[in-house]
C-alpha cells in the first residue's frame, strides 16, 4: 500500500505506461488553451475579422473532420504502430503553429495564413485523434476506462481553470500571435513522453471487404447499433448549435461586451474551475443516476449555463464578468458530467476490430458537423445580429437531448458490453 504523499496519487497513474500517456497529453491540453484564446483574438483584433469571416476561420479549421474522418479511420485499422503518426502529427502541428508568430515577425500576418494554418493544424488532429483511441486501450484496461477517462478530462478542465489566465497574460505581454509558441512548444512536450510508451497496441485484424465498404461498416455500426445511435445524434445536435455559438464568442465578448483579452482569459479560467470539479466527480455522478443519466444531465447543464452570456449584454463590466464566471462553472460541470460518461461508454461499446473505422465514423458526425455549425453561426451573426444568433443556438442546443427518449440508454447504469458484430451484420 502506498504512504506519504502516494497514498494521494490515482492508482492509474501509478502504471507507468498510462502516467506517460496522460503527462504527455495533459502538456498538450494546456498548450492548446492559448491557440483556442489567442487565434480569434488574432483575427478580431489584429486582423479585424467580422462575424462571416470568424464563422469561417472556425469552418476552416474543422473541415479536415468532416473531409478525412471515415477515410482516416479505415487507414488507421491497416496500421500497425499508430503511435508513431501522433509523434508525427504533434511535430507537424508544432511547426504549423509557429509559422503565425514567424509571419507575425516578419509583417506577412494576414487571415488567408490563419485559415491554411486552421486547416493544416485541424488535418494533422483528425489522424491523432483517431489514434488516440487505440493508444487508449492499451495503456487502460476496460475496467479502468471511467478512472482513465476522468483523470484525462480532469487535466481538461484544469487546462481550461489555467489555461486562459496563462493565455490572457501571455497576451497582454506578448501579444497574440507570440503567445501561440506556448502551444507549439507543448505538442513537442507531448512528443518526449508519447515516445516513452512501450504498451503493444490491439492486434491488427485484416477484414474482408474493399475500402468503400470499410467506410460503410464504420457508419453502419454507429447508426446500427441502439446504444451508440443516440448518443451520437444527441451529441451532433449540441456540437452544430455549440460552434455556432463557438464561432462567435470571443467576438461578442470582447467587441459587443468590451472585455480586455487578459481579463477575459482570467474570468474564463476562474469559471472553469467548474471543469475541474466535474471531473473529480463525474464517474459518481455516472454510480449515483447511472451513466446514461449521467449523460442526459450532462447535455442539459451544459447548453443551459450558456445563456448568461447574451444575457450579459449592456449589464455594468463587473456584472458582466460575473456572468462570464457563472457561464463557464455551469458549462464546465455539464461538460464533464457528459463527456466522461459517455466517452467511457463508447469505449466499451466499441470492439477493438473496428475500433478506427467507427472512431473515424464518430468523429465524421460529431466533429465533421462543427465546421457546419460554424459557419451557421458566422452566417446568422452577419444576417439578423451576434446577439439573437447566440440566444436561438443556445435553446435548440438543449434538443441534443430528445434524441435519447424511449431509447436504451437512458436504462444504462453502467459499462454496456461490446457490440456483437457477427451478429449485426457488420464488415
Same mark, same amino acid.
Given at each position: 500500500?502506498?504512504?506519504?504523499?502516494?497514498? @494521494?496519487?490515482?492508482?492509474?497513474?501509478?502504471?507507468?505506461?498510462?502516467?506517460?500517456?496522460?503527462?504527455? /497529453?495533459?502538456?498538450?491540453?494546456?498548450g492548446d488553451q492559448v491557440t483556442l484564446l489567442a487565434l480569434p483574438i488574432v483575427a478580431v483584433l489584429i486582423l479585424h475579422a467580422d462575424p462571416t469571416q470568424m464563422g469561417l476561420l472556425t469552418? %476552416? *479549421?474543422?473541415?479536415?473532420?468532416?473531409? =478525412?474522418?471515415?477515410?482516416?479511420?479505415?487507414?488507421? #485499422?491497416?496500421?500497425?504502430?499508430?503511435?508513431?503518426?501522433?509523434?508525427?502529427?504533434?511535430?507537424?502541428?508544432?511547426?504549423?503553429?509557429?509559422?503565425?508568430?514567424?509571419?507575425? &515577425?516578419?509583417?506577412?500576418?494576414?487571415?488567408? +495564413?490563419?485559415?491554411? &494554418?486552421? =486547416?493544416? &493544424?485541424?488535418?494533422?488532429? $483528425?489522424?491523432?485523434?483517431?489514434?488516440?483511441?487505440?493508444?487508449?486501450?492499451?495503456?487502460?484496461?476496460?475496467?479502468?476506462?471511467?478512472?482513465?477517462?476522468?483523470?484525462?478530462?480532469?487535466?481538461?478542465?484544469?487546462?481550461?481553470?489555467?489555461?486562459p489566465a496563462i493565455s490572457g497574460i501571455l497576451i497582454q505581454l506578448f501579444r497574440a500571435p507570440i503567445a501561440l509558441l506556448a502551444d507549439a512548444l507543448s505538442y513537442l512536450g507531448s512528443v $518526449? @513522453? +508519447?515516445?516513452?510508451?512501450?504498451?503493444?497496441?490491439?492486434?491488427?485484424?485484416?477484414?474482408?471487404?474493399? %475500402?468503400? /465498404?470499410? +467506410?460503410?461498416?464504420?457508419?453502419?455500426?454507429?447508426?446500427?447499433?441502439?446504444?451508440?445511435?443516440?448518443?451520437?445524434?444527441?451529441?451532433?445536435?449540441?456540437?452544430?448549435?455549440?460552434?455556432?455559438?463557438?464561432?462567435?464568442?470571443?467576438?461578442?465578448?470582447?467587441?459587443?461586451? *468590451?472585455?480586455?483579452?487578459?481579463?477575459?482569459?482570467?474570468?474564463?479560467?476562474?469559471?472553469?474551475?467548474?471543469?475541474?470539479?466535474?471531473?473529480?466527480?463525474?464517474?459518481? &455522478?455516472?454510480?449515483?443516476?447511472?451513466?446514461?443519466?449521467?449523460?442526459?444531465?450532462?447535455?442539459?447543464? @451544459?447548453?443551459?449555463?450558456?445563456?448568461?452570456?447574451?444575457?450579459?449584454?449592456?449589464?455594468?463590466?463587473?456584472?458582466?464578468?460575473?456572468?462570464? =464566471?457563472?457561464?463557464?462553472?455551469? /458549462?464546465? %460541470?455539464?461538460?464533464?458530467?457528459? #463527456? %466522461?460518461?459517455?466517452?467511457?461508454?463508447?469505449?466499451?461499446?466499441?470492439?477493438?476490430?473496428?475500433?478506427?473505422?467507427?472512431?473515424?465514423?464518430?468523429? @465524421?458526425?460529431?466533429?465533421?458537423?462543427?465546421?457546419? !455549425?460554424?459557419?451557421?453561426?458566422?452566417?446568422?451573426?452577419?444576417?439578423?445580429?451576434?446577439?439573437?444568433?447566440?440566444?436561438?443556438?443556445?435553446?435548440? /442546443?438543449?434538443? !441534443?437531448?430528445?434524441?435519447?427518449?424511449?431509447?436504451?440508454?437512458?436504462?444504462?447504469?453502467?459499462?454496456?458490453?461490446?457490440?456483437?458484430?457477427?451478429?449485426? *451484420?457488420? $464488415?
Open positions: 500500500m502506498p504512504t506519504g504523499i502516494g497514498r @494521494f496519487v490515482p492508482p492509474l497513474l501509478r502504471e507507468t505506461e498510462f502516467r506517460r500517456f496522460w503527462i504527455g /497529453q495533459t502538456i498538450s491540453v494546456f469552418a %476552416i *479549421g474543422l473541415l479536415p473532420h468532416l473531409l =478525412f474522418s471515415l477515410p482516416a479511420g479505415v487507414w488507421l #485499422d491497416r496500421v500497425r504502430v499508430r503511435r508513431r503518426l501522433m509523434i508525427l502529427c504533434d511535430i507537424g502541428r508544432a511547426l504549423a503553429i509557429a509559422v503565425i508568430p514567424a509571419a507575425f &515577425v516578419l509583417h506577412w500576418l494576414g487571415l488567408e +495564413l490563419l485559415f491554411v &494554418v486552421a =486547416f493544416v &493544424v485541424g488535418s494533422l488532429s $483528425v489522424v491523432f485523434d483517431i489514434s488516440w483511441n487505440t493508444l487508449f486501450v492499451s495503456v487502460a484496461k476496460r475496467e479502468q476506462y471511467v478512472e482513465a477517462t476522468a483523470l484525462l478530462n480532469g487535466s481538461r478542465s484544469l487546462a481550461t481553470v489555467a489555461g $518526449v @513522453f +508519447l515516445r516513452r510508451i512501450t504498451a503493444p497496441e490491439p492486434p491488427i485484424e485484416h477484414e474482408p471487404g474493399t %475500402i468503400r /465498404q470499410q +467506410l460503410r461498416a464504420g457508419l453502419a455500426f454507429i447508426f446500427g447499433d441502439p446504444i451508440i445511435r443516440p448518443t451520437i445524434l444527441s451529441a451532433a445536435t449540441l456540437n452544430l448549435f455549440n460552434f455556432c455559438f463557438q464561432a462567435l464568442f470571443i467576438l461578442y465578448a470582447t467587441v459587443y461586451l *468590451g472585455v480586455e483579452p487578459g481579463i477575459l482569459g482570467l474570468a474564463l479560467g476562474a469559471g472553469a474551475i467548474g471543469g475541474v470539479l466535474g471531473a473529480v466527480f463525474a464517474s459518481r &455522478v455516472g454510480r449515483a443516476l447511472g451513466i446514461g443519466r449521467a449523460y442526459v444531465l450532462g447535455l442539459i447543464v @451544459f447548453p443551459g449555463s450558456v445563456i448568461l452570456i447574451p444575457l450579459a449584454q449592456g449589464l455594468p463590466q463587473a456584472l458582466i464578468l460575473v456572468f462570464l =464566471f457563472l457561464s463557464e462553472f455551469g /458549462q464546465g %460541470i455539464g461538460v464533464m458530467i457528459l #463527456d %466522461i460518461n459517455v466517452g467511457a461508454m463508447i469505449q466499451a461499446r466499441t470492439p477493438d476490430r473496428i475500433r478506427g473505422r467507427a472512431n473515424g465514423a464518430f468523429r @465524421f458526425i460529431n466533429m465533421g458537423i462543427r465546421p457546419i !455549425g460554424a459557419t451557421i453561426g458566422g452566417i446568422l451573426g452577419g444576417l439578423i445580429g451576434v446577439r439573437e444568433t447566440l440566444f436561438i443556438v443556445i435553446v435548440l /442546443q438543449l434538443a !441534443g437531448v430528445l434524441w435519447l427518449y424511449g431509447t436504451p440508454v437512458l436504462g444504462l447504469r453502467g459499462m454496456p458490453e461490446p457490440a456483437d458484430l457477427d451478429s449485426s *451484420g457488420v $464488415v
